[in-house]
């Protein structure tokens, strides 16, 4: 028979050849229906199951193939659809087929011709099966890109994948296959750890090696913070206990790599260490640039890999260091995402309280950053989370300013732990004051600060044209091809894409964000192609030299105040206003070198553009752009 998937289980079907032959279609298909179901909280669309009806085919009709090639092929073999790699956000390759002693990966493409990309995909799930799972290693791993509706040989591509029709694939599991035989249970439930790859990332960063948009070190506070929290780690690892501690810091002060460089740190002298985000776009803009997926995770992966499993595993790292704390699930939006009555706080000291010996959990917290559903709880359900699993047991550490919010547990407090310098640029460490200050309608503070702002050569600019902000930013670093600048967009704004904005779900949807922070500036599916723009969901918590944000008619000045409109999301919301107000919030705060905002020039929004005029932003126009040139035999942008 074949293996049962219980509800945890990331497979959509596994077993071996034999079974697989015997068993009837529709039986194949409802299995990778359920499993389909359980990942993605939705059946699986029309054009998925016909994609899956076509896979079946092929892939039965290859392995008889193989079996009348060699009859023991039944039992020695075995194969599994749909093998989700735990911690990778759902990533899984087509079929997975262990031939003997190989492993052998076939990822499908309903095309005539293969694409580099294609390649690249299935040469990553070879690799990373080879180096991180536990159950591959020291066998032969290979993969092959099966182009479905092909009819073609297979042939060498550079990167040694074999690219082929359907009626090719007996031939190369054949050519693959070892002696030798799996335990397909075994395997399904190895271990995937990919530490020497985490090591090796950490490194790279701190030998100053370029990692676009992850901040330096060199700022005032964050080598006294590392060694704070480097303290309540050994103390931790001495002592046998288990310590929570929490760095706040404004937007930009160097939260994350305040983390990344604790991880490094304390992966050297305790053995493996991990760094979580619930930040989708951050994770693939890390990963992007540190050349991996191990050293940077998805943070509801990890809950969801050790907690919400039947039989959770226990994380070997006694280090965890979590991003923007304060945006935790609560318990209600855990229901209705995940239907755990369990708020993410409490799941990940129950992880941490099960790690052996001792652990330390550190969570970055950011101010006025909950966009999300779901984030409004703040630091109060941390404080719930802690006295649940014992205050006696774990020990509080923060800032002074937030102490209070953990009344019920055991606190120490340090200065330390808060970061209050941007590091988004020395000149103008008041600028996340000044968004406060507008965003709040306080417009002659705002005034007051954006004049020191741009005294320390920050420029604040408002433009009514938004080609006239795109030749600013172009002509301002056609001399500096590394910088980066792009269009941040609002996703609540609706009025945007009328005037080429397209900040719609989905437009933003096919946004290749990890390209757009990080591919050249030449490349169109860069920021600095200025076409596409991010919304506070994929920027926050990265960063651009000058960011150009396009101003919707979400957040309106009527009179003396803002008139604020919020969409209207699936899930609950305490408020929000509070959650559109945070959004500008993010996308305000992403520039080191200036920021210009640009208001669509509409009856409806002068209001808007005068009262940013009025809170100290200089007017930019068409003129003055055109008389910025570039320096002689300088390269165009």
Not at 504 to 531: C, E, I, M, R, Y
Request: aromatic share 8%; hydrophobic share 40%; proline share 6%.
């Amino acid at each position: 028979m074949p293996i049962i998937v219980p509800m945890s289980e990331p497979w959509g079907w596994a077993s071996s050849v034999g079974e697989f032959l015997s068993t009837p279609k529709e039986r194949w298909l409802q299995a990778l229906a359920d499993h389909h179901l359980r990942l993605l909280k939705m059946p699986p669309a029309d054009s998925q199951i016909r994609a899956w009806k076509e896979e079946h085919d092929i892939v039965f009709d290859a392995l008889k193939l193989c079996v009348v090639s060699d009859g023991t092929v039944k039992d020695r073999w075995s194969v599994a659809f749909e093998y989700e790699l735990p911690l990778e956000g759902g990533r899984r390759p087509d079929v997975v087929v262990l031939a003997g002693g190989s492993v052998n990966v076939l990822e499908f493409k309903s095309k005539r011709q293969w694409s580099q990309p294609d390649v690249d995909q299935t040469n990553g799930y070879v690799r990373d099966l080879h180096d991180y799972h536990s159950g591959t290693a020291n066998r032969p791993c290979a993969g092959m890109l099966v182009l479905a509706s092909a009819r073609q040989p297979i042939a060498e591509i550079r990167d040694g994948i074999p690219v082929g029709d359907p009626t090719s694939i007996p031939q190369y599991l054949m050519k693959f296959e070892t002696d030798g035989s799996h335990d397909l249970e075994s395997w399904l439930n190895s271990d995937y750890q990919p530490l020497p790859t985490l090591v090796e990332a950490a490194r790279k960063i701190f030998r100053n090696e370029p990692l676009p948009h992850v901040k330096t070190a060199l700022s005032a506070g964050i080598p006294e913070a590392l060694e704070v929290l480097g303290r309540i780690v050994d103390e931790s690892a001495r002592s046998k206990s288990r310590a929570v501690a929490f760095v706040t810091g404004v937007p930009g002060a160097g939260k994350t790599l305040v983390g990344l460089r604790l991880v490094h740190e304390r992966t050297e002298l305790h053995g493996r260490a991990t760094f979580l985000s619930g930040n989708g776009p951050l994770v693939q803009v890390l990963q992007d640039a540190l050349a991996s997926k191990v050293f940077v995770r998805d943070l509801h992966q990890f809950i969801k890999t050790y907690a919400l499993n039947m039989k959770p595993k226990t994380p070997e790292e006694h280090v965890v260091v979590f991003d923007e704390a304060q945006r935790a699930w609560d318990e209600d939006y855990m229901f209705e995402k995940k239907s755990v009555r369990r708020s993410e706080p409490s799941l990940l000291l129950e992880i941490g309280s099960r790690i052996e010996d001792w652990s330390t959990l550190v969570g970055l917290v950011g101010e006025g950053q909950e966009i999300h559903s779901g984030e409004e709880a703040g630091l109060a359900q941390w404080n719930d989370a802690v006295v649940e699993h014992g205050a006696e047991r774990w020990a509080v550490h923060c800032s002074p300013r937030v102490a209070h919010e953990f009344p019920g547990s055991r606190v120490q407090a340090h200065n330390e732990l808060d970061l209050t310098i941007s590091l988004r640029s020395r000149r103008a460490e008041d600028i996340h004051q000044w968004v406060r200050h507008l965003l709040e309608g306080s417009i002659e503070p705002a005034n007051l600060l954006a004049r020191k702002i741009q005294a320390d050569h920050f420029p604040l600019y408002v433009t009514r044209s938004l080609e006239t902000a795109r030749q600013y930013a172009r002509n301002r670093y056609v001399d500096e091809p590394d910088r980066r600048f792009g269009l941040l967009a609002s996703s609540h704004a609706k009025n945007l894409p009328k005037f080429g904005i397209n900040n719609d779900f989905q437009s933003t949807k096919v946004l290749k964000v990890a390209k757009w922070f990080n591919a050249p500036g030449t490349d169109s599916l860069s920021s600095n192609a200025l076409l596409s723009p991010v919304t506070e969901f994929m920027c926050q918590g990265l960063e651009l030299d000058l960011p150009i944000v396009c101003w919707g008619n979400d957040f309106l000045r009527s009179g003396t105040t803002w008139s604020l409109t919020p969409i209207k999301r699936k899930y609950r919301q305490d408020d929000p206003e509070q959650l559109l107000k945070n959004a500008y919030r993010v996308l305000l705060t992403r520039g080191r070198d200036g920021l210009v905002v640009f208001v669509p020039e509409v009856a409806d929004m002068d209001e808007t553009a005068q009262a940013l005029l009025a809170a100290g932003m200089q007017l930019l126009t068409s003129d003055r752009v055109v008389g910025v040139t570039p320096r002689p035999n300088s390269e165009t942008a």
